[in-house]
């Protein structure tokens, strides 16, 4: 980082969002320490900037943008403190990557209790948005397995919270969208695990109706659960797709746990057949990112998913599949893509999705992929989680279809908030102010602007996020 007496010369970035789909010019400074935070900070107060911590930019929306402000880009802060194997606590910086600490920990037989599609994210952007993984119904979100954090605020306090010291920080501070001090150590606690490999269950479910039963029929059988939903179709195929419910192996089930669990057998290799590198795959995918293009495909994916069947794969492979293609996002082209992700209640979700996805059909624009989870309650502040099911949607962007694409989600959130649902502020990209306070409630809001004028008096922590759906609230 610039050091200090700190300027702004030479900081000026152009981010994106990981979708690509919103552009913001920023200051960007790339702390080493917890000190150098806070000069950041002094120097926004100085200036009368806006603050926004960004970890590996990996959020679908404009969670770590700040246009015209500061951006503390928390990758330089990336070492793992101390790593315990005989009780699986681990204490990390902030920026260490989910790819890093799973690494770290696996060949001594733990993984991270809590991931998301990706190994990119880092632990502090993991615990602003409190991650949910395809185990959320089983172990909740990556917030209930911190003991610890601490976290530098902008009034220059260090502070240090568990879920007993501090705990209404801390309950605020996991999920609060980095919005009320930016985290300098994670202490994690890890699962053990006696395999690197995982069982899967994988099925075909032939419509919404039954996507939905065998979702939550089977997730107290299984650690994880997951669908694919293809969204492309409708009539009495929709919501039809494919399930994927994995377990852990227990102790002694893998006469070759000790090979497996090394980083050697959980490599996600670099060439497709040995031959063309991964790295380019993305550019064959655009041709087929099109509506015909992609029901073709959801369609032979479906036909080839109508077997049941069962295998073992590495937790690598289970758990990264997103980045098996590296850079997947650019295939959706140039105007990017916007994730949608709904959470709904068991008892209305089957109405709510069958109502937008054939609103998507009669507008013309089809989600490209679709993708379920089970999930129940948890005590964070800005919690998106409930007793119900989440729908993932991806949607293509262009220059015709972005007015369209806006109205369409617009609509979708009137249907989730009528159904008694709940968004995830790390996806959806048109949220407003007003669909924010009726999931949330005026009580959690209050609650939250208590938070913002003791942590932040000056309003010094603000994201292009924070401003869309807070913006005259807080
Ligand atoms: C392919 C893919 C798959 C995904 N799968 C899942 C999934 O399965 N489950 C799920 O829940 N999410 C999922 N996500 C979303 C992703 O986990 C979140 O958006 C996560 O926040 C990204 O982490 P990041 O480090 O990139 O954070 P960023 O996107 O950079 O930032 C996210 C938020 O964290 C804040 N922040 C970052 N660092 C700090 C810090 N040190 N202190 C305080 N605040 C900070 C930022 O200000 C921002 O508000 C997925 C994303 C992608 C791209």
């Given at each position: 980082?610039?050091?200090?007496?700190?300027?702004?010369?030479?900081?000026?970035?152009?981010?994106?969002?990981?979708?690509?789909?919103?552009?913001?010019?920023?200051?960007?400074?790339?702390?080493?320490?917890?000190?150098?935070?806070?000069?950041?900070?002094?120097?926004?107060?100085?200036?009368?900037?806006?603050?926004?911590?960004?970890?590996?930019?990996?959020?679908?929306?404009?969670?770590?943008?700040?246009?015209?402000?500061?951006?503390?880009?928390?990758?330089?802060?990336?070492?793992?403190?101390?790593?315990?194997?005989?009780?699986?606590?681990?204490?990390?910086?902030?920026?260490?990557?989910?790819?890093?600490?799973?690494?770290?920990?696996?060949?001594?037989?733990?993984?991270?209790?809590?991931?998301?599609?990706?190994?990119?994210?880092?632990?502090?952007?993991?615990?602003?948005?409190?991650?949910?993984?395809?185990?959320?119904?089983?172990?909740?979100?990556?917030?209930?397995?911190?003991?610890?954090?601490?976290?530098?605020?902008?009034?220059?306090?260090?502070?240090?919270?568990?879920?007993?010291?501090?705990?209404?920080?801390?309950?605020?501070?996991?999920?609060?969208?980095?919005?009320?001090?930016?985290?300098?150590?994670?202490?994690?606690?890890?699962?053990?695990?006696?395999?690197?490999?995982?069982?899967?269950?994988?099925?075909?479910?032939?419509?919404?109706?039954?996507?939905?039963?065998?979702?939550?029929?089977?997730?107290?059988?299984?650690?994880?659960?997951?669908g694919w939903l293809d969204t492309t179709t409708g009539g009495k195929n929709l919501g039809r797709g494919q399930i994927h419910a994995a377990r852990n192996l227990k102790e002694g089930e893998d006469p070759d746990a000790q090979k497996t669990m090394q980083l050697a057998f959980q490599h996600l290799p670099d060439r497709l057949f040995g031959v063309m590198p991964k790295s380019l795959l993305h550019y064959f995918m655009s041709p087929f990112m099109n509506d015909l293009g992609v029901l073709g495909i959801n369609t032979a994916k479906y036909l080839a998913s109508l077997r049941k069947h069962t295998f073992r794969q590495s937790h690598a492979e289970f758990h990264f599949l997103l980045d098996y293609v590296p850079s997947w996002e650019r295939s959706f082209g140039r105007g990017g893509l916007i994730q949608y992700q709904s959470f709904l209640p068991k008892e209305t979700a089957e109405g709510a999705w069958r109502e937008m996805i054939q609103l998507s059909h009669q507008r013309g624009l089809p989600s490209y992929l679709g993708v379920t989870k089970r999930h129940r309650p948890d005590q964070f502040l800005l919690s998106h989680a409930l007793d119900g099911f989440s729908l993932a949607m991806d949607f293509k962007v262009t220059n015709n279809t972005r007015a369209k694409l806006s109205q369409l989600l617009q609509d979708f959130d009137r249907i989730v908030l009528k159904a008694g649902g709940r968004f995830y502020f790390a996806k959806n990209s048109e949220t407003s102010a007003e669909a924010a306070r009726a999931f949330l409630g005026e009580e959690t809001l209050v609650e939250f602007k208590k938070f913002k004028k003791r942590c932040d008096p000056n309003n010094v922590l603000e994201s292009d996020l924070f401003r869309r759906v807070f913006g005259q609230s807080i």
């Open positions: 980082m610039a050091t200090m007496s700190l300027t702004l010369d030479n900081t000026f970035t152009q981010l994106e969002n990981f979708g690509h789909s919103l552009r913001a010019p920023s200051y960007c400074f790339r702390p080493t320490r917890a000190e150098e935070i806070l000069e950041v900070f002094n120097l926004a107060k100085n200036l009368g900037l806006t603050v926004t911590a960004r970890g590996a930019g990996r959020s679908y929306n404009d969670a770590s943008l700040n246009g015209g402000g500061i951006v503390l880009d928390m990758s330089g802060m990336n070492q793992i403190l101390d790593w315990d194997p005989a009780s699986g606590l681990v204490r990390c910086e902030p920026g260490v990557t989910l790819k890093q600490l799973w690494q770290c920990v696996e060949p001594e037989g733990w993984w991270p209790p809590v991931v998301s599609g990706t190994m990119k994210t880092t632990l502090g952007g993991c615990l602003a948005v409190n991650i949910h993984g395809k185990n959320n119904f089983q172990k909740g979100t990556i917030g209930e397995h911190v003991p610890e954090f601490t976290a530098m605020l902008p009034t220059g306090a260090l502070v240090t919270c568990t879920p007993k010291t501090n705990a209404d920080l801390f309950h605020a501070m996991i999920s609060g969208l980095g919005m009320l001090g930016v985290f300098t150590s994670i202490t994690l606690q890890m699962k053990r695990i006696y395999s690197g490999l995982i069982a899967v269950d994988a099925w075909p479910v032939p419509d919404l109706s039954r996507h939905l039963r065998d979702l939550l029929e089977n997730a107290p059988r299984y650690d994880y659960i997951v």
